[in-house]
């Protein structure tokens, strides 16, 4: 039978949009274990959490048994207006290569919010107003998630309030200014307007602020208001969830044109993008169906996979969250300031954390200036400009084509691209400029960060 | 037989990508007046413009009596990396509004460069890589085009160098920043490496340049070497005529869904977006095959169809180009630097005028903070924050839904929705801050315009 020409651009129809996301935990053999209360060291319930998130988050969040959890019509119509995403053929990078690797990527950037990010914030949103909640509120730092959150609270009509660490909304005045077109409230944080706010702005007045700073902020203002809660952009198992709609896309894709990837590249740095890109071909794989090969890709300045450790933390720098158990480099542990590539996060999604401790995938990091390299030369071969946080994977992924072309190997390499870089130009100015440079820490470092990984009983 | 019902997004197939570029001209009745060269007073040859342009862009310009032109392969494969463009059913945005009307958008914008000015921007690169040429220059305001130009010269191996005005450059560093990404070089003009720059550096040292110095830097460069030609972005017949390939793709996709437009609505700067959008379908109409009402929509700041005069022109302020008949304010003409919403520019295509004169068209001028109205709320019910530009289409196009929904016609209007608005978030702060004035010349402006219009003696 003759094979069908693979096109560049994959579209599948709006039929074939996922009618259910993929629950990744109920095809594991084991689970992570679960969240735990600071306070008392035992098991999180879902009413520990009801204060915080909103209820359906929460069931979606301690689901380990049905596989397939439906997405609802309310979402699916939302979804229809950027996806389902184009799967893209890179045919122009395979011969500027000169590889024999096939390479595709799924390219999650062609909508406004510029990333992947919409995916989860809509059905946070939906699920806010399908409780009757008025308001929603959350923090930001470079800027995609808050932006992602304020065009779906604009379609749900919800008040959203946005505390944007205040140094990102000063050095990103386009950022914030998308949000408020969205009519998002972005409050630049520390600000007056919690507690713990005005006690950061007390003992440090001329801060600029952290994320952690705005992540106590965006939970103060959820829990103490009945009719607002808080809604976070990874890490977290509904996110990944949601995130699955970039798999379960990507396999129908590539079944359509009956392609088998060899290899699956994503970039981690809370991990629900990448959690959410495999989970379908990892959910075969544990089920020994395939002998896909998943790399998870961070920058060496955050290398919380590579060089982290698997242990309950905080989910915050405040230590105010739920503690998980996820590799991490320690709550404390903060990324030179000369790291403009994303992926700041300190610890990992606890799925992905999972799968990882478990060996059912691998890691790599890369240091920023070769990051922004494979960027420069993407943007120009295949017309998009990407984020740096999706140019870890491509960097990944062109790395993988350039040794099957020692090697002679036609793999199917598939990556995920995340999202555009339209909002990043100063840190490709950087590099553009040749003033970037890499950021490795140091074990000192690494071990000042450790330091801060709280001592926890574990009363399972 | 069952209608099919139409998704929210109708996407071409690759192999439904057009293969021939629409030429209005062979379907007008009649011909625009031929450009003039300001010197001799007579009728531009071929050879006349040669040191300008590249010689097949000056075939394609003089060229009449064709209606389909090749797209050469080589376009075709660079267009496949970002077309066929989706046409969009704005299901939302009819709810929104509750009308009965149907409204369709073409959506530009899903290229890096942002807008539809990569339609041209690879063609003309083509042309000049085929002549063996190994430079391109160009002139850029806002940055749209030189975004494009930059992509399209990094996918031929040109080198380019653009022109850009000093006070956008410096304005908009991160536009210049993607240029410089796809290996543009990018210098604020005036600059020393002209004589006309260094001239008007003499006589202004402290200016902030104009699009008129940089057109004529560039034009310098490109004369002034055997190996270098000047490319534009709108205004002249072959760059209407690459833009065909946005009606022929609209067209294609909407009668697969069995949909006659009633009503084509497109902004108009300098006429080439206007004309691509809606060249197949006037075809048809010249042809009495339709009655389609086609609105050109300007800013009321720089009105040139709706308030200026239909005369010979230069193209550029800077007086150096030829003459073309057109609509025009004067090329002397400037819009109020209140003015934030884009399509500046004095004059209009020669083939969208000619259009207008003749009564095939009307043309409507809104004003800017109705604009960002209109694009606000664009940006919230249908996901896609909008260009200033593109959003003056849609405030028409709202409007037209809205008359609609009073008299109950279930007209079927469509727009183009030409790019996206990433890089001007500094007008929609204006308008988020409530700081936005319109900015309509009065009569003594326009008066002003008028008189820069040249005495021209019509030797034809």
Chains 1, 2 share one sequence.
Request: aromatic share 10%; charged share 25%; proline share 5%.
């Amino acid at each position: 039978m003759a094979k069908q020409e693979i096109p560049y651009k994959i579209y599948l129809s709006e039929d074939e949009l996922p009618k259910k996301w993929y629950n990744i935990k109920a095809a594991m053999k084991s689970q992570h274990e679960p969240f735990l209360n600071p306070a008392t060291g035992k098991p999180c319930t879902a009413d520990d959490l009801r204060p915080v998130f909103c209820d359906e988050c929460i069931e979606q969040e301690l689901n380990c048994t049905d596989l397939y959890i439906d997405i609802p019509e309310e979402i699916r119509n939302f979804y229809k207006m950027y996806r389902p995403s184009p799967l893209v053929r890179a045919y122009c990078l395979e011969k500027a290569l000169g590889t024999p690797a096939e390479i595709y990527y799924k390219f999650e950037g062609n909508n406004t919010s510029g990333s992947h990010k919409l995916n989860s914030a809509v059905a946070q949103a939906y699920y806010a107003k399908k409780q009757g909640l008025k308001s929603i509120t959350t923090e930001t730092g470079a800027g995609q998630w808050g932006t992602a959150l304020s065009m779906a609270a604009a379609y749900f009509d919800l008040d959203l309030t946005v505390y944007m660490v205040k140094v990102s909304g000063e050095q990103k005045p386009h950022r914030r200014e998308v949000m408020r077109t969205y009519g998002a409230n972005v409050i630049l944080s520390p600000s007056d307007t919690t507690e713990a706010g005005r006690k950061i702005l007390r003992e440090f007045p001329g801060t600029g602020g952290s994320l952690g700073c705005a992540i106590s902020e965006a939970v103060e203002r959820a829990v103490t208001s009945d009719s607002c809660r808080y809604v976070l952009g990874s890490v977290l198992d509904h996110v990944v969830l949601h995130q699955s709609v970039i798999g379960l896309e990507s396999k129908a894709a590539m079944e359509k044109y009956g392609v088998a990837p060899d290899m699956i590249i994503g970039c981690c740095g809370g991990g629900s993008n990448f959690g959410g890109l495999i989970a379908p071909f990892m959910g075969d794989k544990i089920a020994g169906k395939n002998d896909i090969e998943f790399i998870g890709v961070e920058p060496a300045s955050c290398p919380s996979l590579t060089r982290g450790r698997y242990a309950y933390d905080f989910c915050d720098s405040a230590r105010i969250t739920p503690l998980a158990k996820m590799y991490t480099l320690g709550c404390g542990f903060m990324p030179s300031a000369n790291h403009a590539g994303g992926l700041r996060y300190h610890g990992m999604s606890p799925i992905v954390s999972k799968l990882y401790h478990e060996g059912y995938m691998r890691a790599v990091a890369v240091e920023q200036t070769k990051v922004f390299e494979a960027a420069q030369m993407f943007a120009r071969i295949e017309g998009i400009l990407p984020a740096p946080e999706s140019s870890h994977a491509i960097r990944v992924a062109i790395d993988e084509a350039l040794r099957c072309k020692e090697t002679g190997e036609k793999k199917k390499i598939l990556f995920g691209l995340t999202g555009t870089g339209y909002f990043d130009m100063s840190a490709y100015k950087q590099f553009n400029d040749g003033t970037m440079q890499d950021t490795i820490p140091d074990d000192a470092a690494l071990e000042r960060g450790f330091a801060t990984i709280p001592q926890v009983q574990e009363n399972i």
